[in-house]
């Protein structure tokens, strides 16, 4: 028996992209190294594995954060496929305020001080309200930041219920 809470870290066979990944979606795997228990090799490194995309998340522009979090269904041992079941493994990607602060404050803080030395007081007001506004489509032009694993990414997953493997 594999006990609940044992580690099984797989190799990606292909990439995968929270760009245009499916919840459910089918990913293939190869065990990237024993699982030992008991000082017997329970699950050998090269076994085969069936992996699915547990939650995903396209990023949005603004404000959204990409994610993707992979699960293993069955590990095969030996020609026999056992189901598995695993903590998730994956990303979720950075949080854009920051980033969105500082393009849209750097923004208007520029339009202000150009606005400021071309037309006084009211240059400036004009300009900052111009420069959030560049600012803000800076930030929704460059804001897409997907979560990818390529092909050979490994990732290690938890067991959270014992698995029989014979």
Avoid at 122 to 149: E, R
């Amino acid at each position: 028996n594999v006990p609940s809470g044992s580690a099984v870290v797989v190799t990606l066979d292909q990439s995968v992209s929270s760009k245009d990944a499916r919840t459910g979606q089918k990913l293939d795997g190869t065990v990237a190294q024993d699982v030992v228990v008991d000082g017997k090799v329970a699950v050998p490194k090269g076994a085969r594995a069936q992996l699915s995309v547990a939650d995903v998340q396209a990023s949005g522009r603004l404000s959204t954060p990409a994610k993707l979090w992979l699960k293993i269904d069955s590990i095969e041992v030996k020609g026999h496929s056992y189901r598995t079941s695993t903590r998730w493994s994956g990303q979720t990607g950075p949080d854009h305020n920051k980033r969105n602060v500082v393009a849209i404050g750097g923004g208007t803080g520029v339009g202000a001080l150009i606005g400021g030395i071309a037309g006084g007081g009211k240059g400036a007001l004009i300009g900052a309200a111009v420069g959030a506004g560049a600012g803000t489509a800076g930030a929704a032009a460059t804001g897409k930041k997907d979560v990818t694993f390529p092909a050979e990414t490994k990732l290690r997953f938890v067991t959270t219920k014992p698995v029989r493997v014979s």
